[in-house]
């Protein structure tokens, strides 16, 4: 629950205005940070009825994904998860400002407007989790980090790079093409003790062309079938084969925007699971 039955602090926070949230069953506040001259926004949900300590769910694209996070609410196995949002504020181009910080240092000129998630990661760890962590009751064993397309990309960095800051990582349509696969090291693969679990999920019509498939999506689809590297479905392969802590989700019929109808509902229930003690 909020630490001292608070909702926020002072001028820190304001009302979120997405009209879904309004007739939902939440309570929403945002919170904004300036970090190396860029501006952040945290969108923060939870449900009224909530007990016990939260289970946060960390997801990236929040200026556009959460009214689709919170409308996929998964709450029936007992959790209270607590809807960690994390966007930028009025003024920043969504677009250019997460294209710099959820992709990692490339060669090449169409990477060069890349290359800041290890600064994004910072901001998160030393500024993000922190304030959460003192704001709210956290069950700290059980945090989810979750993206999709570029964010799937960082939810992938933080669990190859700082597997222990999450337990949970959900990365959806990952963009492992980016820097020709740099970012999946070659050779033996094995994933951190402390990964409770880690979900990959790639659409149908991204590993195939689709009748609607645009000029766009065919060359990353040739690209991507070029080089196996560049597969989401390989590198669950690696991981899966060696008996480790990864799922992996194909989602029919669906193209790279679409995925992320199902990425929500998935990223839910990673984020809600609350097993008992007897395992049920």
């Known amino acids: 629950m909020p630490k001292n039955n608070t909702e926020s602090k002072g001028s820190q926070t304001q009302p979120a205005k997405s009209e879904a949230l309004m007739k939902s069953k939440m309570i929403s506040q945002t919170k904004d940070f300036d970090y190396n001259d860029q501006k952040y926004r945290l969108f923060i949900s939870y449900n009224k009825q909530h007990s016990d300590l939260f289970q946060p ?10 009214d689709v996070m919170l409308q996929n609410n998964n709450e029936t196995d007992g959790a209270s998860i607590l809807y960690v949002g994390i966007g930028y504020q009025d003024g920043v181009d969504p677009l250019v400002a997460r294209a710099k910080d959820y992709t990692i240092p490339a060669e090449g000129e169409e990477y060069a407007q890349g290359g ?13 989790i922190p304030w959460i962590n003192s704001e709210f009751d ?13 964010g799937g990309m960082f939810a992938l960095y ?3 790079n700082h597997p222990q800051t999450f337990q949970n990582y959900v990365a959806a349509s990952p963009s492992i093409w980016w820097g020709k696969g740099i970012l999946i090291p070659q050779g033996q693969l094995q994933l ?7 979900a990959l999920m790639i659409g149908e019509y991204e590993e195939i062309v689709s009748p609607y498939s645009n000029e766009a999506e065919k060359e990353r689809i040739e690209m991507i079938n ?25 989602c029919p019929g669906r193209r790279h925007g679409g995925v992320i109808k199902d990425y929500a509902k998935i990223a839910n229930i990673i984020a809600g699971q609350k097993p008992q003690n007897d395992g049920l």
């Open 116 to 128: 800041g998630a290890e600064n994004f990661y910072q901001f998160i760890s030393q500024c993000v």
């Open 158 to 160: 933080v669990a190859l």
């Open 57 to 66: 769910l960390y997801y990236l694209d929040a200026n556009t994904q959460s």
């Open 192 to 198: 951190d003790a402390s990964i409770n679990v880690l």
């Open 226 to 250: 070029a080089d196996a590297q560049l597969r989401c479905r390989n590198l669950a392969v690696r991981l899966i084969s060696n008996e480790q802590r990864c799922d992996f989700i194909f």
């Open 138 to 150: 956290i069950d700290t064993e059980k945090q989810t980090l979750s993206g999709h397309s570029y």
